[in-house]
């Protein structure tokens, strides 16, 4: 009986073992399937696969599915736009356990990597591509490693492009069509990016029959794919959008704009609408459509305020999250502590400020006086000449040499055109025109004129109408109100403190001056 009993018992616990071990397959299935349900999901329906997504993370307990659920996570919000909520996920430090297959941290990887160039942090998006690189060696020669590395040399060449890098970018993306010819033979999704890299690049070069090739490549492969990928699908027709704009063929532009907004909204991204919307405002303000300009104009202003805030965030999540994981990024801890030293450092500092804004403000001053002296063309004995101050020149943005000359030449052209006078030019307007971001813009204007964006505008303003009154003997009749509106101000009060913050004296002074000055060559010539 006793027998019987202990019998009985072994064959419980057996069938408890295969019942435990057959729920934790089910389990494991179960979640392998919602990944891939979410994977399917995150290019045409980004918030149904953050669900997803969010749910496999709140229940997984093993490092590989927690690492692919925070992937999914962050390439799902790269879609929507919010890439605080991408480096969060993709920068968490359970992704960091070595368990984690390789193929999950190349991934990762090149996650970081993209997160990093698209914020402007090319040295960490670089080290991120090497680590995905190294790793990749490793792997069995197979069609995901050719895709893995494919997207390593995209990664490269989308640097490449967004720095305006052209001949760089096209030189690696037909190495790449080289090295990986038979496998891009057969996977559509690789070769697609590279032909849409390739007509990037021939549009930064002005080669725009060569892009036109390339773009009518990219449609053409896009409508043969069977997967739903909206984000492409918004990407792509914005830079046909983009394209034709170049052309000048601004019908076309406008019809593959408004696709490609479609899309963008759809997915709810606001950086490509930010985009769509800055190229139809050029678009419609090039096609003399002035009404729809405005339109757009105000919806790109709008949410350019906001995905630059949200960029700044990104940027300081980033060096946190660097500082945090990173040795390279550790700050010493001794001097960490060194409280006092910090405040000796401080108090120094706080001197140095009063000491220079007093030394700046009194030599301000004094440039004034000689500003008045060079408008006039007068040489006056009671005025001592001043020697130049070197100003403390604010930090700047890395700046492509190529891209720096090009914007600085289309400002030269800016100088000598009118367009200053228009009331609606702003940081954001002239970018667009000249096809930068409001940051390259505003650094070269800071090196070069040692002006921000509004001082160089308003002391070209200001130079047109002096320009007038010193040569133009019915523009010293006029009144203020209207110079306020010939050189751009919509009043007279704006108009008058802008001129006496330049010149140092009303514009009714500095008339009256003129007319002192006319007076007194009459009497010497008479």
């Not at 006793?2 to 009985?8: E, T």
């Not at 959008?241 to 479609?262: D, M, N, P, T, V």
């Not at 604010?394 to 228009?422: D, G, Q």
Request: net charge positive.
């Amino acid at each position: 009986m006793a027998h019987k009993g202990s019998l009985y018992y072994k064959n419980i616990r057996s069938i408890c073992i295969w019942i435990s071990l057959i729920a934790v397959f089910f389990s494991y299935s179960q979640e392998n399937n919602l990944i891939t349900k979410a994977k399917e999901l995150v290019y045409s329906n980004p918030d149904e696969s953050l669900k997803i997504a969010d749910h496999l993370l709140s229940i997984s307990q093993e490092p590989e599915q927690i690492a692919l659920s925070n992937l999914l996570i962050a390439k799902a919000q790269i879609v929507k736009g919010d890439y605080n909520e991408a480096i969060v996920h993709a920068f968490d430090n359970r992704n960091l356990s070595e368990s984690i297959t390789k193929n999950t941290q190349i991934e990762l990887n090149l996650l970081k990597a993209q997160l990093s160039r698209s914020i402007y942090l090319d040295k960490q998006a670089k080290r991120f591509l090497e680590k995905g690189q190294l790793l990749v060696v490793s792997l069995p020669q197979n069609s995901y490693k050719d895709s893995l590395q494919c997207l390593i040399k995209l990664e490269q060449i989308n640097m490449y492009n967004e720095r305006r890098h052209s001949d760089e970018a096209i030189a690696l993306i037909e190495n790449t069509e080289n090295q990986f010819n038979t496998f891009l033979k057969t996977n559509t999704t690789e070769k697609r990016a590279l032909y849409l890299a390739k007509e990037r690049a021939y549009n930064n070069l002005t080669q725009y029959d060569s892009a036109v090739v390339y773009i009518e490549k990219t449609l053409t492969l896009l409508s043969s794919t069977e997967l739903n990928d909206l984000y492409q699908k918004a990407i792509i027709y914005k830079e046909i959008g983009y394209l034709y704009l170049q052309k000048e063929e601004f019908s076309k532009s406008e019809e593959s704009l408004l696709i490609a907004s479609r899309f963008a909204e759809i997915i709810d991204n606001p950086i490509l609408l930010m985009e769509i919307n800055r190229d139809l405002s050029i678009c419609y303000l090039a096609s003399n459509q002035n009404t729809k300009h405005k339109i757009y104009n105000d919806k790109f202003l709008s949410l350019h305020s906001d995905v630059e805030r949200s960029e700044q965030q990104a940027v300081n999540l980033l060096y946190t999250l660097f500082s945090n994981q990173d040795k390279d990024f550790l700050m010493d801890k001794e001097q960490v502590h060194n409280n006092y030293l910090y405040l000796l450092i401080a108090g120094l500092l706080l001197v140095l400020l009063i000491g220079t804004y007093v030394i700046l403000k009194g030599e301000a001053k004094k440039k004034r006086h000689k500003e008045i002296i060079n408008y006039l063309e007068i040489v006056n004995d009671k005025y001592v000449k001043i020697k130049p101050v070197k100003k403390a020149k604010p930090k700047r943005i890395a700046l492509p040499e190529e891209t720096e000359k090009l914007i600085l030449s289309k400002l030269k052209r800016f100088e000598s055109s009118k367009k200053f006078l228009n009331k609606d030019i702003s940081l954001a307007v002239l970018a667009g025109q000249f096809d930068t971001n409001t940051k390259y813009l505003s650094s070269v204007i800071n090196k070069h004129y040692d002006d921000n964006f509004n001082t160089f505008i308003n002391k070209l303003r200001v130079n047109y109408i002096i320009d007038k009154l010193k040569n133009d003997s019915n523009y010293i009749n006029y009144k203020i109100s209207v110079l306020a509106e010939e050189s751009g101000y919509s009043s007279h009060s704006s108009f008058a403190t802008v001129f006496k913050s330049i010149i140092g004296m009303s514009p009714v002074t500095f008339i009256n001056m003129i007319q002192k000055e006319r007076k007194a060559l009459k009497k010497k010539d008479q």
